[in-house]
Structures are given as C-alpha cells and as structure tokens.
C-alpha cells in the first residue's frame, strides 16, 4: 500500500461552468482526498514555466494562454496510488478517447480544455505540488 500525493488542476474551462464541486465529488468517491485546494489565476509567465516540459510541442503557446484565460483550481490529492488513480479518474487527454464515466469524458470540450490536469510520475508530482504550495499549505 503506497499513500502518494499529486497535484491536480481544475482548469478555466471547468471553472467557468461551475464545475468545482462535482469534479471533486469524483475524487473523494473514489477515495482521493483533498488535502491542500485554492483557487488563483495565472498570470502567462507562470503557466509558460508550469508547462515548460511541453515547451518545443506545437500546442504549447495556446496551451499557455488557455490556462491563463481563467481561475483555476489547483489542489493536492492524496490516497493509495493517487498519481495513477488520478489518471484514471480523469481518463485520456483527448475527451474523444477517454472512457466513459471519467471526468475529461464527461466534462471536457476539447483536447486543450479537459477540464483537470495530473501529474504523470511521482517526482513531477513532487515538483508540480512544490510550484503551488507550501508544505504548511497541506493538511492531511
Ligand atoms: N494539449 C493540447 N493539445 C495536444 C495535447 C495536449 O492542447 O495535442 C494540452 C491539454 O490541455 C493537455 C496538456 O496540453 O492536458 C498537457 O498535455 P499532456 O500530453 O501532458 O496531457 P495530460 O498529461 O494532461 O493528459
Ligand atoms: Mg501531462
């Protein structure tokens, strides 16, 4: 059994259709909890070094100026195997390929506004949660 954090987002597409509350109604029936959550806006400087991996990708610009177009929602999930339960909860980047019953399949508009983002690995969750908070900002 492996307790493990990851950072999640709830992105401006969600935000703006008031979509908060049922999205983490998905993660705390699957037993993810929110242990840490607030919600800002990003200015294009934060997001362009948020997502400074995806820097050379062609979608990396409108990726950048998406993800600044709204608040968001960003929180720390915390349970057993959280950084792939989490994947799975969301389901594929693509709404059009994700699985019926997860978040992005249900909510998400487009490949760009799937409404969440994960982290993919323990150390970018480890990174990811460091860019937003503190560690007194998390309370198990
Ligand atoms: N994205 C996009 N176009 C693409 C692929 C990705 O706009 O062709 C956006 C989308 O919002 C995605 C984010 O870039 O969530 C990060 O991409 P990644 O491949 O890391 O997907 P994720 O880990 O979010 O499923
Ligand atoms: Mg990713």
Do not use: W
Not at 78 to 103: F, K, S, V, Y
């Amino acid at each position: 059994m492996t307790i493990e954090r990851t950072l999640s987002i709830i992105k401006p597409d969600a935000t703006r259709r008031d979509l908060t509350g049922r999205i983490n109604a998905r993660f705390e029936e699957a037993g993810l909890k929110i242990v840490a959550q607030k919600r800002l806006r990003l200015t294009l400087e934060q997001a362009k070094a948020f997502y400074a991996v995806h820097a050379e990708r062609a979608f990396y610009e409108d990726l950048c100026s998406y993800m600044c177009s709204g608040p968001i929602v960003v929180q720390v999930l915390e349970g057993e195997n959280a950084i792939a339960q989490n994947r799975e909860i969301m389901g594929a980047t693509n709404p059009a390929n994700a699985d019926a019953g997860t978040i992005r399949a249900e909510f998400g508009e487009s490949v760009e506004a799937n409404s969440v983002h994960g982290s993919d690995a323990s150390d970018t969750a480890v990174q990811e949660i460091a860019f937003f908070f503190s560690q007194i900002e998390i309370i198990p």
